[in-house]
């Protein structure tokens, strides 16, 4: 059973502020993991992957706990621009190949 | 510049008609799919094509149907036996790094 959950949102928070969301799995086979953004009523954009424990790129932290099969992206210093869905994404083999899927997203917004 | 397009950005019909939605990319990537996008929910995979001339249902192809003649494109029939055809309709593309993959602008569906 493939399975991707998240905490829907909206989590709300001013400018300047750090910010967390938490990913859980159903995979346990799983290896890799990916954070993508998406704007209101636009396409996801690939934001980052997480390969083994964790990846940091400036303000943005992906971490992953194998043990208790969540990804979580921290956010540090919020500006406006951050405010999007951010979409937890886990492959699973399907037919012969890899695939996607994805979490229903967790609504962020950077209040002034 | 390299990209994915969809056309067209909105496109509505009346219900028992079948429409195409086109989807090109310039990427040179092989594989291709076809997701669907409604409020407050996951992307959900309805088709994707590893190759030319070969293609694989995903979780929910029921109604829709593809083709994969060119490399370059991978339309998608939203046919008259959907029974909720009104959704954002994304196209992917992914190179060597499956995992990555690259989304078109989406096309918005409604049927009335």
């Given at each position: 059973r493939k399975e991707v959950e998240q905490d829907p949102g909206p989590f709300n928070v001013p400018e300047g502020a750090t910010v967390a969301f938490n990913c859980t799995y159903s995979n346990s086979a799983s290896q890799s993991f990916f954070w993508y953004r998406q704007d209101c009523r636009k396409e996801p954009k690939l934001l980052m992957s997480v390969y083994s424990s964790g990846n940091e790129d400036g303000r943005f932290t992906a971490q992953l706990n194998r043990a208790s099969q969540y990804i979580s992206l921290l956010i540090r210093d919020s500006k406006l621009s951050d405010s999007a869905t951010y979409l937890c994404v886990v492959p699973h083999l399907g037919a012969g190949s890899y695939q996607l899927t994805f979490g229903k997203g967790t609504k962020l917004s950077v209040i002034p | 510049d390299g990209g994915i397009t969809q056309s067209p950005k909105?496109?509505?019909?009346?219900?028992?008609?079948?429409?195409?939605?086109?989807?090109?990319?310039?990427?040179?990537?092989?594989?291709?799919?076809?997701?669907?996008?409604?409020?407050?929910?996951?992307?959900?995979?309805?088709?994707?094509?590893?190759?030319?001339?070969?293609?694989?249902k995903g979780d929910i192809a029921e109604g829709y149907s593809v083709s994969r003649e060119k490399k370059e494109s991978f339309p998608l029939t939203v046919t008259s036996a959907q029974k909720n055809p009104t959704a954002f309709y994304l196209c992917a593309s992914s190179g060597q790094?499956?995992?990555?993959?690259?989304?078109?602008?989406?096309?918005?569906?409604?049927?009335?």
């Open positions: - | 909105y496109l509505f019909r009346k219900e028992g008609q079948n429409v195409t939605l086109s989807c090109e990319q310039n990427l040179n990537h092989d594989a291709m799919y076809w997701y669907r996008q409604d409020p407050g929910q996951g992307l959900r995979l309805i088709y994707y094509s590893q190759i030319v001339n070969d293609f694989q790094t499956v995992y990555e993959q690259y989304f078109g602008p989406g096309t918005r569906l409604t049927v009335t």
